[in-house]
């Protein structure tokens, strides 16, 4: 009974970061299965630790701090136990779903970076938004896919083209704090003080590229998941336009935002969306057995 009470605490204690962070993606996962939502609230509390380590503790030893991280989460793996409750609950979701150092290497490897890499090249920005978001959407993707190999597979790329579209639509949305406060620019070959609309422009029709890619995986989702990621999916594609349609002196003096009645009323159109798609696909498969009951 004990421990069960302390792996539920770890995991509300990871819901909380997660609420206490960012109230749109909290909205997508409670829109999870309970199992999944609870396994996806630990990976953010893991991945949110991890980032503010490196983009906050600026007082402390961050290389030393970041590194002891990185060591206590391989022994919670390891020992199935960790007296940090983050770490605790990472390791519940890890075991279960077969999370590993294929996607943990690659995310604090990007997480090192940050600590003395302030710009990027192409290939050095492509291998940035792979750790740092790429792995995590593949995280959860893991946790969607409960096992299911071919599945995972089948929709690794477009989890891939997911997480890379959010990150570059935050790297947009904090352009400003990323340079003033940590003195980085993700974007290669770019300039802060240079930074055009054309530049915008470029990088907007970029991140389109990976939505629409996206997207194709999203409607391929088990439907306990599919909503919670389509609600965060509109999010960010709504926090693009809002960008798109934003100056550059706008964006380079302070951070772009979505209202939280804009972000209810978001939640609330996704939730419309998949309800028509679910009743359309009824009307289409009536009488018809369907090979893949948990997928559109």
């Given at each position: 009974m004990s421990m069960q009470l302390f792996d539920k605490t770890a995991i509300q204690m990871s819901k909380k970061l997660a609420l206490n962070y960012s109230t749109s993606f909290?909205?997508?996962?409670?829109?999870?299965?309970?199992?999944?939502?609870?396994?996806v609230f630990a990976i953010y509390g893991f991945?949110?630790?991890?980032?503010?380590?490196?983009?906050?503790?600026?007082?402390?030893?961050?290389?030393?701090?970041?590194?002891?991280?990185?060591?206590?989460?391989?022994?919670?793996l390891q020992n199935k136990l960790s007296t940090n409750p983050v770490l605790?609950?990472?390791?519940?979701?890890?075991?279960?779903?077969?999370?590993?150092?294929?996607?943990?290497d690659p995310f604090f490897e990007s997480m090192s970076e940050d600590l003395d890499v302030n710009t990027h090249n192409e290939n050095s920005y492509k291998q940035y938004i792979y750790g740092s978001a790429e792995v995590v959407g593949l995280m959860c993707l893991k946790?969607?896919?409960?096992?299911?190999?071919?599945?995972?597979?089948?929709?690794?790329?477009?989890?891939?083209?997911?997480?890379?579209?959010?990150?570059?639509?935050?790297?947009?949305?904090?352009?400003?704090?990323?340079?003033t406060e940590r003195?980085?620019?993700?974007?290669?070959?770019?300039?802060?003080?240079?930074f055009t609309e054309t530049h915008k422009l470029e990088i907007i029709k970029d991140i389109k590229k990976d939505f629409a890619h996206a997207y194709e995986g999203i409607v391929q989702l088990p439907e306990g998941c599919r909503l919670?990621?389509?609600?965060a999916?509109?999010?960010?594609?709504?926090?693009?336009?809002?960008?798109?349609?934003?100056?550059?002196?706008?964006?380079?003096?302070?951070?772009?935002?979505?209202?939280?009645?804009?972000?209810?009323?978001?939640?609330?159109?996704?939730?419309?969306?998949?309800?028509?798609?679910?009743?359309?696909?009824r009307k289409i498969t009536v009488g018809t057995p369907r090979s893949t009951p948990d997928c559109l």
């Open positions: 909290s909205a997508g996962i409670r829109l999870l299965s309970t199992e999944c939502g609870d396994a991945v949110r630790v991890a980032d503010e380590i490196v983009d906050t503790f600026f007082q402390a030893d961050q290389v030393k701090m970041l590194q002891e991280f990185r060591n206590h989460t391989y022994q919670a605790h609950a990472f390791q519940l979701a890890a075991n279960q779903f077969g999370i590993g150092p294929r996607e943990i946790v969607f896919c409960k096992g299911n190999e071919k599945l995972y597979a089948d929709l690794k790329p477009h989890a891939r083209s997911l997480g890379a579209a959010f990150q570059k639509v935050n790297f947009l949305r904090d352009m400003k704090s990323d340079f003195g980085r620019v993700y974007f290669p070959s770019i300039r802060f003080e240079n919670g990621v389509y609600t999916y509109i999010y960010y594609l709504k926090l693009l336009e809002k960008i798109e349609k934003t100056t550059v002196k706008e964006i380079l003096q302070s951070r772009i935002r979505i209202s939280n009645g804009q972000k209810i009323f978001l939640v609330f159109k996704s939730m419309i969306g998949e309800k028509l798609k679910q009743l359309q696909l």
